[in-house]
C-alpha cells in the first residue's frame, strides 16, 4: 500500500497523444508569482488529453489567446477565464485564486481590478485539500515556517508559506508520484522562498531575522552583541554561497536549531545524507571564516 511518503506503485496509464500543435513553453518574461500557478494549470492540461480547441470551446475563448494564457503570454488574464478554465480541468479553485491574485498584484494589478475581475465568477469556497496533504501540512508547516523566516520578515514569510502548501495542494498528483512527497514539497518551499528573498550574486541573502539565533540573543553586552552580530554577517554571507542542500541543512541545523532527523524529515532526504551535508558545509565554512558553534539543535 502506497502511504504519504512511500514511492509510489505502478505507473498510470500514458496520456493519449492529441492532435494539432504542441503547445509552446512559458515565455521567459513570465515571473516567479505568475508560474507559480501556470505551471501547475499547464501540468493538468498536458495530462488531460484535452485539446486546445476543445477547451477553447467551452471556456468560450479564440483558440490562440488560450494559447497564449498557457504559455504566459500577452496581457495578464482575468480570474473569470482562469476560473472557467479551471473548472473544465478539474483544478481546486481555491489555491489557484490565491497564487493568480498575488502574481496580479506582483504584475500591477490593482487591487480594484482583482475583485472586479472576479465579479462574474462563482465564489471562491476554502474547500479542503487532499487528507494526505494536511497530514503534511501539520507535520512540517513549522519547520517551513523557520526557514522561511530566516530569509523573509513576517509577512513575506507567511506569504511563501501559504504560496507553498497552495502550490502542493494543485500539484498533489505529482507530489504523490514522486518518490518522496517530502522532498517534492520542500523543492516547492525552496524556490517559492528563493524567489521572494533579497539576493546577491544570484544567491539568497539571510534576511534580517536570521540573527535572532540564541547565540545573539545570549549576548548581555552591546559590546558582546556587536561582536557577535558581525561573526554573524559574515557566517550568513559564507552561508548563502552553500550549494542548495548545503544551505538548506546549515539553516535548518545553524539558524533554526534542529535536529538532523528533523531535518532528514523536513527534506525527504536519507539521514545520512544531512549529515554528509553538514560536514561538507562546515569544512567549506571552517576553511572561508571561524564558524562559531552550534545555536542548538545538536543532537543526532
Request: proline residues 8%; hydrophobic residues 40%.
Amino acid at each position: 500500500m502506497t502511504t504519504l511518503f512511500s514511492a509510489p506503485g505502478p505507473d498510470p496509464e500514458p496520456v493519449p497523444v492529441r492532435p494539432g500543435r504542441k503547445l509552446g513553453p512559458i515565455a521567459a518574461t513570465v515571473g516567479s508569482s505568475h508560474r507559480a500557478w501556470l505551471e501547475p494549470i499547464r501540468g493538468h492540461y498536458l495530462s488531460s488529453g484535452r485539446t486546445l480547441s476543445d477547451l477553447s470551446f467551452r471556456i468560450l475563448l479564440a483558440k490562440s489567446k488560450l494559447s497564449e494564457l498557457l504559455r504566459g503570454v500577452g496581457h495578464y488574464p482575468r480570474w473569470e477565464v482562469i476560473h472557467r478554465l479551471a473548472e473544465e480541468l478539474g483544478i481546486p479553485g481555491w489555491p489557484l485564486h490565491r497564487l493568480w491574485k498575488q502574481a496580479a498584484l506582483d504584475a500591477g494589478k490593482s487591487k480594484d481590478w482583482v475583485e472586479r475581475s472576479t465579479d462574474n465568477t462563482v465564489t471562491i469556497a476554502p474547500t479542503g485539500p487532499p487528507l494526505e496533504h494536511g497530514a503534511l501540512r501539520s507535520i512540517v508547516a513549522e519547520g517551513y515556517r523557520r526557514y522561511a523566516g530566516a530569509f523573509l520578515p513576517d509577512q513575506a514569510r507567511d506569504a511563501a508559506v501559504e504560496d507553498t502548501f497552495a502550490i502542493l495542494w494543485l500539484s498533489f498528483g505529482d507530489a504523490l508520484a514522486s518518490p518522496d512527497t517530502r522532498r517534492f514539497a520542500w523543492e516547492i518551499l525552496r524556490a517559492t522562498v528563493k524567489a521572494k528573498a533579497d539576493h546577491r550574486d544570484r544567491r539568497p541573502l539571510l534576511g534580517e531575522a536570521a540573527f535572532d539565533t540564541v547565540a545573539l540573543r545570549a549576548q548581555t553586552s552591546l559590546k558582546g552583541e556587536m561582536a557577535q552580530l558581525a561573526e554573524s554577517m559574515e557566517l550568513f554571507a559564507a552561508i548563502s554561497r552553500l550549494p542548495e542542500t548545503q544551505l538548506d541543512v546549515m539553516v535548518l541545523r545553524r539558524l533554526c536549531g534542529f535536529s538532523a532527523h528533523k531535518v532528514s524529515d523536513l527534506l525527504g532526504i536519507p539521514l545520512a545524507s544531512v549529515r554528509s551535508n553538514e560536514r561538507h558545509a562546515e569544512r567549506f565554512l571552517e576553511d572561508t571564516i571561524e564558524l562559531p558553534p552550534p545555536t542548538g539543535g545538536t543532537t543526532p
